[in-house]
């Protein structure tokens, strides 16, 4: 695949293995090489500090326990680190309810479960150019 | 006071021992009330008929007469000791009788016949006196009763109950016809029964005895008759005899009147006296005018009764109504609650299914597209079933989630100026295949012309796809028309194939949802059964409609209308 991406790094929070598994692939499919996957905000948080300089942010929403994928928004967003950096929504709620709320939240994407596998490399690369993407279902 | 300043005069200037006089009771055509000035008379009769003793002759004949030997008189009783001579005259004013004056001599000479034409003189200055005296004080009378009225009036007028106004009719009765007692009767139609409800100069026990029924004594006469009714003696009066009559001890005369409002009787209205009374005309008109007031009171009390009963009837169902109000309240409640849950439920199923389906569709797609190694044609195809299984029930949830936001009132569309023609042939290019697959043809209907809509292009691209789809599904060959026409305010667009048709009977169920239509193809049609309630509700959240027409062998035809604007 191409070089383009080789130097990007993303950060997925992810707490279903499967989805993991499949989302590191399909940006493998783009060229993306470094993924910083984590399974809770409980294990991003202790390896925050350690993580280098992050270009995408995909955010799993529904994540166990009261640190969901909206907490998680909340507390990267008040890291400098991450203020401008793009943070995507991925996830399987996807009523009109909660396509508002991730938009209100401040989400710069959203990517519905299942991964629209045709125009998911479109999707990643809008995103890193900056460009708000919302592809509920 | 003026008949015994008479006496005394004629005692003195006309030589006379005794004088008596009697009054005339017109009423009850009688004399009474006699009086005696100078020598007593112990024995004299309280009341004289007309007609009856020399008094009555004289009262009845209206002429002097002139005792001169009393001694052959024998009907002359009585008479003071050693009277001679008596001149018995009617007292008369105007041809109307007012009494009779009597005067006895001891000496002849005191009634001889100038001094006799002297007394007679007197006798009707006495009687022309008398007569004024008699006016005045009917006149007198008359205001008393105007007071009475007029006091009564004023009580009618004032915001008094319905029995305290009874009270005061049956107490001005008393008063302005100078009754000793009256009452007033209402009358139960169904029982027949005249029972008291309002009474004067009587006491309540008293009272409770006088009841009456219909047609049965004056009482119920008058009822029944709805004339008044009066008899100077109850005790002779035939229709007072009756058993049902309670007589009142010490009453003498009664006048009973009913009382109606307009022409419906609502009972009687009596006055007793303690006395001996012919009620006049006048005091016939005087007791119905109270009546009349009685008669308004007693249909006041009787629509005010109907009245509290509607209110009460009224309150009863206003409860009920109040019962079957919390029912509803409740029973919308439950809806309202298993509404919620439905959603809660298909939300959390929707997101249950998606993550594993995520996983299937996709890591499908990555090993179908060789990302995972090499593949062979058939483990291509083998997983393109998968895949195809996976958009399936993808596509299924899609659906039921969307009917769910619909139903919730969640769906919003994104509505955007949108050129029709290139929409259309969207929808057409990505059908191609699947129609040339099947070997029929696909026609196109419109001009690039058409009008520009603001529409949710995703919804209504959804919609023909769906129908188009549809129609492929059940057409074996020929052709589908995809048209499109604007027409008034509208653009209608019509799907029509040459397929199986459908039965007239079918044709209402095609938009009922999870309905399927057995067709005669005779080979499961696959799908949900939710794309066609789902367009319609898509045309239906634009504003417009959408109906199928079909003929059974020869096609079908289904339209939308979209407004423009």
Redesign the interface.
Known sequence: MSDTYAEVNVLLVEDEPLNTMLTVAMLNMLGIQRVHAFASWRQLESCLAALPPIDLVLLDLRLPGSHDGYHILAQLRADPRFAKTPIAAMTAQVMPDDVKRAEEAGFNGFLAKPLNFDRFPQSIQRLLAGEHVWESH | MLLQQAGEWLIERAGVECVVIYLHESAANRLSKPMCFGAQLAELPETIKLGYSIYGEVAMGRRHYYVETVAREKRLTPIPPETQSAYIVPLLHDNQLLGVLGLYATRPAALSEPARAAIDRVITLISATLATAHRLAESQQTIARFDSFQRLAQDLTARLSSEELLQRIVEAACEILDAQMSILLDVNFESGELRPVAWAGIDQATAQLIRSRLKEDLKGLVAWARLPARTPDIRADQRTSLATQAIVAGMVSELAVPVLYYDELYGILAVETSTYRDFTDEEVDLLQALAAHAGIALRNARLFEQLEQRNSELQKANAALEISRQQAENARAAAVQANRLKTEFI?NM???L??????????T??VMDG?AGPVTEQQRNYLGYVHDG?QHL?GLI?DI?DLA?IEAG???LRREPTPLAPLLKGVMSTLIGLTKDKGIALHREFDDDLPMLNIDGRRIRQVLLNLISNAAKFTVQGSITLRAAQQGEHVIFSVRDTGVGIKPEDLPKVFEEFKQIDNVLQETASGTGLGMPISRRFVQLHGGDMWIESQLGVGTTVSFSLPIN
């Open positions: 939300n929707s997101h249950e998606r993550t594993p389906l995520n996983a299937v569709i996709n890591f797609r990555l990302h996976g993808l899609n989630l936001k969640k769906m919003e």
